[in-house]
């Protein structure tokens, strides 16, 4: 069985900075791209920031300069530095991650629960 789980979300002021943390574990073969989305109230999931296995990244035009997503693949880890937080980066941030579980010759995309990021003053 397979898990993904985020934590670091909060509650910050404009200007401030989070860092996201998502954590795969479980039985797993191996691990292609990670990435970070959210879904703010009443709008759809976007895509927020990718990596691939080898590091590259990609980000949304939305997040460029403020973003930066890291991973650790030794531990399973995906990471998102979050600076010069604004209002409108409020959301529910989701970690989703393509893995192939052991004895699977194929991969799947597996998302976490969600953790709420909330930027006000």
């Known amino acids: 069985q397979v898990q993904v789980v985020e934590s670091g979300g909060g509650l910050v002021q404009p200007g401030e900075s989070l860092r996201l943390s998502c954590a795969a574990s479980g039985s797993i073969a191996s691990i292609n791209n990670m990435g970070w989305y959210r879904q703010a109230p009443g709008k759809e999931r976007e895509l927020v920031a990718a990596?691939?296995?080898?590091?590259?990244?990609n980000y949304a035009d939305s997040v460029k300069d403020r973003f930066t997503i890291s991973r650790d693949n030794a531990k399973n880890r995906v990471y998102l530095q979050m600076n010069s937080l604004k209002p409108e980066d409020t959301a529910v941030y989701y970690c989703n991650a393509d893995i192939r579980p052991r004895f699977s010759g194929r991969y799947n995309g597996y998302w976490g629960q969600g953790t709420q990021v909330t930027v006000s003053t």
């Open positions: 990596i691939t296995s080898g590091g590259s990244t």
